[in-house]
C-alpha cells in the first residue's frame, strides 16, 4: 500500500524557515517523481513543485522558486521542502504527493507571530 | 502561466441527477509529445484530493464509469452521471503539459 506521511508542521513566526518532510512507503521511492501541493485555508489547490528521481531536475512555480526548496534522500524514503522568508501567505496545509497520484494527509503550517 | 477556468463555481444537484463541469484553459494543452496532460480532482471534505481522470478522458484505478472526461485543445468536461452521496465535494482540473503545473480554481458539487 502506498503511504505518504507529512510531518514538521506547525506554528512559526513571520520571516523564519521551516522543513517539511513526507515519509513514503509501500512503493519503490527512487522510482517516482515527487512533488508538493499546498491549500491556504478555505482556499483552492496550489501546485508547488516537483523533483525527478535522481534530484536532476527540480520544477517549482516561479513565486514560490525563492523561498521554496525541493529536495529527497531516497536512502531514506523521505521528500523534503524547505521554505524560508515566511509569511502570513504561507499559512496552508501542505501536502506531499508521488506524481499527483497518491497523496500524503497533509500538515498544517500556521505562520504567525 | 496557464490559467484553468472552472465553471461553474458552485454546482447544485439533486442525488440522481447528471453533473457537469467545465475547464477552459487560457492555451492548449496539447503537450509536443501529442498527449493532453489534463486531469480531474476530488477533494471530500476533510479529505485530501484524489485523482479521478487523467490525459483528459482516462479513469483512474477504482474510480467508477460514472465518471466520464472529455474535451480536446483546450476545452474539457466532466461529467458526472447518477450523482451519488460520495462525489459530493469541491472538484479541480489541473494541468502538467506547460510549467509551472496549475490547477482551477474548484467547482463545488453540493446538494440542492
Known amino acids: 500500500e502506498v503511504k505518504l506521511v507529512e510531518s514538521g508542521g506547525g506554528l512559526v513566526q513571520p520571516g523564519r524557515s521551516l522543513k517539511l518532510s513526507c515519509a513514503a512507503s509501500?512503493?519503490?521511492?527512487?522510482?517516482?517523481?515527487m512533488g508538493w501541493v499546498r491549500q491556504a485555508p478555505g482556499k483552492g489547490l496550489e501546485w508547488i513543485g516537483e523533483i525527478n528521481q535522481d534530484s536532476s531536475t527540480i520544477n517549482y512555480t516561479p513565486s514560490l522558486k525563492d523561498k521554496f526548496t525541493i529536495s529527497r534522500d531516497n536512502a531514506q524514503n523521505t521528500l523534503y521542502l524547505q521554505m524560508s522568508k515566511l509569511g502570513s501567505e504561507d499559512t496552508a496545509i501542505y501536502y506531499c504527493a508521488r506524481n499527483l497520484l497518491y497523496w500524503g494527509q497533509g500538515v498544517m503550517v500556521t505562520v504567525s507571530s | 502561466d496557464v490559467v484553468l477556468t472552472q465553471t461553474p463555481v458552485a454546482q447544485p444537484v439533486t442525488l440522481g441527477d447528471q453533473a457537469s463541469i467545465s475547464c477552459r484553459s487560457s492555451?492548449?494543452?496539447?503537450?509536443?509529445?501529442?498527449?493532453?496532460?489534463l486531469e480531474w480532482y476530488l477533494q471530500k471534505p476533510g479529505q485530501s484530493p484524489q485523482l479521478l481522470i487523467y490525459?483528459?478522458?482516462n479513469r483512474f484505478s477504482g474510480v467508477p464509469d460514472r465518471f466520464i472526461g472529455s474535451g480536446s485543445g483546450s476545452d474539457f468536461t466532466l461529467k458526472i452521471s447518477r450523482v451519488e452521496p460520495e462525489d459530493l465535494g469541491v472538484y479541480y482540473c489541473?494541468?502538467?503539459?506547460?510549467?509551472?503545473?496549475?490547477f482551477g480554481a474548484g467547482t463545488k458539487l453540493e446538494l440542492k
Open positions: 489541473f494541468q502538467a503539459t506547460h510549467d509551472p503545473y496549475t
Open positions: 492555451q492548449s494543452l496539447v503537450h509536443s509529445n501529442g498527449n493532453t496532460y
Open positions: 490525459k483528459v478522458s
Open positions: 509501500g512503493f519503490s521511492f527512487n522510482d517516482y517523481w
